[in-house]
């Protein structure tokens, strides 16, 4: 199968070189140009599989250059028993009310976005290899908090790699930098910005269309990669999850094969509802995705306000910090599908959010947007009451992040009278989020620091991870702090790594 750039279709490229360079050199982001339907024997092979063997199926139909043997052997490692607690990689859990709870976050850095970053390391240096690159990757990573951490453990010591974290000093909880500034390995590197998600993202984008860095990487036998959602090869394998869930409803009885579902994804960046999306074009029976966002409520706006999207607008930190984004980057994947692959259009539309700030979707192509979509917002008092409400009705307990995904879906649900079972995605530990967690159940936190988890586990009698209570003691190794129009200078420090 071949790729092509959001912003230009006309040169094809295989998954192994969109995955080895992260980002078209056009700034766009790469795309299959076609979706590979699930036939009833893959449905069927699904239903008798493991997480690991779903994985490398979904994974075969995008990753046309891979073997089975290799997807097969990379699933087996990525997605190991001892990574995720057990054989059960992805749970779900069903709760009252249609709420069918996604849990993404049992792997070694208790988020979601262990369940790619598990796997993009083999991916990539699989690429490498295939694409004869003899360079040394250099992988940019901006976070918003779990993506940071997630990278550096997948990436930590892989021959050949070299990764760099940027992350808001003041926009992640405290687990999540005391995650990243403890994290081992003689190839990698943390710095935190004084600026938000947006400044680090933005600027990880200029410096992949920068010649001039390319050059100077280039001559010191380096060269760029991402482990953000905006590389094919971070996103392909959340599509996996979906349909997982989806096989595991049925064997549940929770719903008969062919019957279709909701999906409900706290989102900031669109890369994880945008796996739904993709899983909904290969044939998962989806009725609905609901995209919900916290007080930086743009995409709510984007799909509520006749898709115009506008970035110009107060930014809020939140007690769910992961999703503190002004600038959803997948969402231009979104328009490109919606559009039927128009790469002009969409070039269009990000000159426009570059230069203005914001952009309107043209009437015909939000059409088809809306007619998938639905969105909702929810502050963190909401956010804090919807916690306290799971943990005392269905004696379950939840991370800011699901909170606001769950409120939004039970406003949804008031709204619509819409029944459809729903998958909600659950995509972090409430552990990672301990002070939020604590208050909005009655408790207090004094310090901010690993005891706050022996706080929340005597207040509710859930153990805490055991990834997380391992940092007790941790020394911590990284603390550079630059301004964001300094980012482009620490680039140079890939070269001592």
């Known amino acids: 199968m071949d790729y092509v750039s959001t912003r230009n279709k006309e040169r094809k490229v295989s998954a192994a070189y969109a995955i080895a360079n992260g980002i078209a050199p056009d700034g766009g982001l790469y795309c299959p140009t076609a979706f590979p339907a699930l036939t009833d024997a893959d449905w069927k092979t699904l239903a008798e599989s493991d997480y690991k063997g779903r994985s490398a199926l979904i994974l075969g139909k995008f990753l046309t250059d891979f073997t089975a043997e290799e997807l ?15 054989a059960d990689t992805a749970p779900v859990v069903k709760l009252g009310e249609g709420k069918n709870l996604l849990e993404l976050w049992h792997g070694p850095t208790c988020a979601f976005k262990d369940m790619a970053l598990q796997m993009l390391p083999h991916l990539l240096t699989a690429s490498l290899r295939k694409t004869g690159e003899t360079r040394t990757a250099c ?5 918003s908090g779990d993506t940071g951490k997630a990278a550096l453990d997948g990436f930590h010591d892989v021959p050949g790699t070299k990764i760099m974290v940027y992350y808001p000093v003041d926009g992640v909880s405290p687990m999540q930098k005391l995650q990243m500034v403890t994290q081992e390995g003689k190839n990698v590197e943390v710095v935190a910005i004084r600026g ?15 010649e001039d860095t390319r050059a100077a990487l280039d001559k010191d036998g380096m060269m760029l990669s991402s482990a953000n959602s905006i590389n094919w090869g971070r996103l392909a394998p959340q599509i996996a999850y979906y349909v997982s869930a989806y096989c595991d409803m049925v064997a549940a009885g929770t719903i008969a094969q062919g019957d279709k579902i909701n999906v409900c994804v706290p989102t900031g960046n669109f890369g994880n509802i945008l796996a739904a999306y993709i899983a909904k074009k290969m044939g998962l029976p989806v009725n609905k995705f609901i995209c919900a966002s916290n007080r930086n409520n743009v995409l709510t706006d984007f799909f509520k306000k ?12 939140t007690t769910s910090p992961s999703m503190d984004i ?10 490109f599908f919606a559009s039927d692959f128009n790469d002009k259009l969409v070039a269009e539309l990000m000159g426009k959010l570059n230069t203005e700030g914001s952009y309107k979707v043209a009437e015909d192509v939000f059409a088809k ?10 502050d963190d008092s909401h956010a804090a009451d919807t916690i306290n409400k799971l943990w005392k009705d269905e004696n379950y307990l939840c991370d800011t992040h699901t909170a606001v995904a769950v409120r939004v879906y039970e406003d949804y649900r008031a709204r619509t009278g819409d029944e459809t079972p729903t998958v909600i995605a659950s995509t972090a530990s409430p552990f990672k989020f301990c002070r939020s967690v604590i208050e909005a159940l009655g408790g207090t936190l004094e310090n901010d620091d690993v005891t706050q988890l022996e706080v929340l586990s005597q207040l509710t009698g859930v153990p805490a991870p055991a990834p997380l209570a391992a940092l007790a003691g941790k020394t911590p190794r990284f603390d550079r702090v630059v301004d964001k129009a300094d980012i482009l200078s620490t680039v140079g420090l890939l070269k001592d790594l």
Do not use: H
């Open 139 to 143: 992988i940019l990573v901006a976070t």
């Open 196 to 210: 938000n998600f947006d400044d680090a993202q933005s600027a990880v984008k200029r410096i992949f269309t920068d």
């Open 326 to 335: 002004l600038i959803s980057s997948n969402l231009e994947r979104l328009l």
């Open 72 to 86: 097969a052997d990379f699933a087996s490692k990525a997605y190991a028993d001892e990574k995720f607690g057990g």
């Open 306 to 317: 006749g898709g115009e999207y506008n970035r110009n607008r107060d930014f809020f930190t």
């Open 369 to 378: 947007i809306e007619a998938e979509f639905d969105a909702g917002c929810c």
